[in-house]
């Protein structure tokens, strides 16, 4: 079993659409997690951190559920410029190694 | 503000041949500092992880190698390049005090032919 799991789609939505993209995690010890976001040929960039209580960051929002061991992300009001893929992150431990997820692909039509 | 360099940007090399990118970080100190690699469609694949000059980790065994010769500098580095080694390199930073999030430099794509 992978240490974090993604389905790596593509998601395919039109404008305006709200979509959501789950990850899943093995070790239930983890501390930290994060979305990145990752553009054709461009280096990952973080998006947001995911708090326990859950956040949100304009259209964007994060939640955990520690019982499930999943982490979840949210568009609402999907954008052109939203088409990228999704990385979900996880700090198993606390240190300072990060697991990545495979990423998952979202591409975003008019 | 932290901002994170890495150069070449592209690079086309025969098999064989030796190979060397290097990473530059500014802005902060004492960062610790990773090499990742990215296969066409695929995830990351951190190689090497360093917490402090001369200190390093290394999580896949490889033909490749790193070192870190100051605070804020980081090779990688191949005496002999396979074409397995064609890949999307990417270096980057976390604050030793922090959570453990990574900022990413610009990265640099390689094609050994």
């Known amino acids: 079993r992978k240490e974090v799991e993604q389905d790596p789609g593509p998601f395919n939505v039109p404008e305006g659409a709200t979509v959501a993209f789950n990850c899943t995690y093995s070790?239930?010890?983890?501390?930290?997690f994060f979305w990145y976001r990752q553009d054709c040929r461009k280096e990952p960039k973080l998006l947001m951190s995911?708090?326990?209580s859950g956040n949100e960051d304009g259209r964007f929002t994060a939640q955990l559920n520690r019982a499930s061991q999943y982490i979840s992300l949210l568009i609402r009001d999907s954008k052109l410029s939203d088409s990228a893929t999704y990385l979900c992150?996880?700090?198993?431990?606390?240190?300072?190694?990060?697991?990545f997820g495979g990423g998952t692909r979202l591409m975003v039509k008019p | 503000s932290q901002t994170i360099h890495q150069w070449p940007a592209t690079l086309v090399q025969p098999v064989g041949s030796p190979l060397s990118l290097e990473c530059t970080v500014e802005?902060?100190?004492?960062?610790?500092l990773y090499w990742y690699r990215q296969a066409a469609g695929r995830g990351l694949q951190l190689l090497f992880y360093?917490?402090?000059?001369?200190?390093i980790s290394s999580e896949v065994p490889q033909n490749l190698s790193a070192s870190r010769p100051q605070d804020r500098q980081f090779i990688l580095s191949s005496k002999k390049l396979l074409l397995s080694d064609s890949g999307f390199y990417l270096c980057?930073?976390?604050?030793?005090?922090?959570?453990?999030?990574?900022?990413f430099g610009p990265g640099t794509r390689l094609l050994v032919l």
């Open positions: 980057a930073w976390s604050s030793p005090r922090g959570v453990g999030t990574q900022y």
């Open positions: 070790n239930s010890a983890s501390q930290s």
């Open positions: 995911v708090y326990s």
């Open positions: 992150v996880v700090n198993p431990d606390a240190g300072n190694m990060l697991t």
């Open positions: 802005g902060t100190s004492n960062p610790n």
């Open positions: 360093s917490v402090g000059i001369g200190q």
